[in-house]
């Protein structure tokens, strides 16, 4: 931990000889924009919030430029509901940008997948063993979390660089099916 600190700025405050952490400028820039950050997660569709070099990279896609990534936002944004039963995002959390600039987020999924009804032997033991709860119409409830990191530019404060990737074991019984 003091290896980090080495490299933080400091400050010296005329009140106290002891040396104190000093906000970044990019701190006071995205704050004023963090707020509508954290409203449009999952969905960064709104141009004015990112730079024009954004770059995104996550969940089996990438995208360079903020027309390229406010795009696959809002057809996200459009289509997920679209495609996926009782789509919802909820458990958004956003934390104030570090002295870096980085933005560390997350956010739940859910949304109710179906059953296949032909499944291999060792599937169909994998799903006996989950305990999964089944509607009539052969669909489970599935649910992922998702952690992010958003890099800020330091002179605009709009979002530069989108990270994202499912937490926990992808490959589980309850995200495969």
């Not at 696959?72 to 570090?98: G, I, M, V």
Request: charged fraction near 20%; proline fraction near 7%.
């Amino acid at each position: 931990m003091l290896g980090l600190l080495a490299h933080a700025p400091l400050c010296y405050s005329p009140a106290s000889s002891r040396p104190r952490l000093r906000s970044s400028r990019i701190c006071a820039s995205a704050a004023a924009s963090l707020d509508r950050i954290s409203e449009a997660l999952p969905f960064l569709d709104d141009v004015a919030l990112l730079a024009d070099d954004c770059e995104y990279s996550g969940l089996g896609s990438s995208f360079a430029g903020s027309a390229e990534c406010a795009s696959a936002a809002a057809l996200w944004r459009s289509a997920l509901p679209q495609r996926l039963p009782n789509f919802e995002c909820t458990a958004k959390f956003a934390l104030p940008a570090d002295a870096r600039g980085v933005v560390s987020c997350r956010y739940k999924i859910a949304f109710d997948a179906p059953v296949p009804p032909a499944v291999l032997p060792g599937q169909r033991r994998r799903l006996e063993a989950a305990r999964l709860t089944v509607s009539a119409d052969g669909r489970t409830r599935v649910t992922a979390s998702v952690v992010g990191t958003l890099a800020l530019d330091p002179e605009s404060g709009r979002v530069r660089r989108i990270s994202e990737r499912l937490v926990g074991d992808p490959l589980a019984v309850e995200t495969s099916i």
